[in-house]
């Protein structure tokens, strides 16, 4: 069975940082390209940043140069560092695992206050 964890969700105040921690098991998680999405109060769900399992990182324009995504393979997990946090950066974070179809973990909540 498939499970995604996340953890490290807060309340941060603007221009603070977090990072999101999101562990996963039941999959080879090497070979699954790894995403973070976000779906804020009464919006769709958004990509934030994805890993391919060679490394290679894409991003969200809104946040570029702010946001990093990076993984472990020896742990099975994938880190959001979120930097510069701003109140639009509010919604409940989820990361996802990409291999075929999509798993998708429950989410965990980020709120940035201004």
């Known amino acids: 069975q498939v499970q995604l964890v996340e953890s490290g969700g807060g309340l941060v105040q603007a221009g603070g940082s977090l990072r999101l921690s999101c562990t996963a098991s039941?999959?080879?998680?090497?070979?699954?390209?790894m995403g973070w999405y976000r779906q804020a109060p009464g919006k769709q769900r958004e990509l934030v940043a994805l890993?391919?399992?060679?490394?290679?990182?894409n991003y969200a324009d809104s946040v570029k140069g702010r946001f990093t995504i990076s993984r472990d393979n020896a742990k099975n997990t994938v880190y959001l560092q979120m930097n510069s946090l701003k109140p639009e950066d509010t919604a409940v974070y989820y990361c996802?695992?990409?291999?075929?179809?999509?798993?998708w973990g429950k989410g965990t909540l980020v709120t940035v206050s201004s």
């Open positions: 996802s695992a990409h291999l075929g179809g999509v798993n």
């Open positions: 039941g999959i080879i998680f090497s070979l699954n390209v």
């Open positions: 890993i391919t399992s060679g490394g290679t990182t």
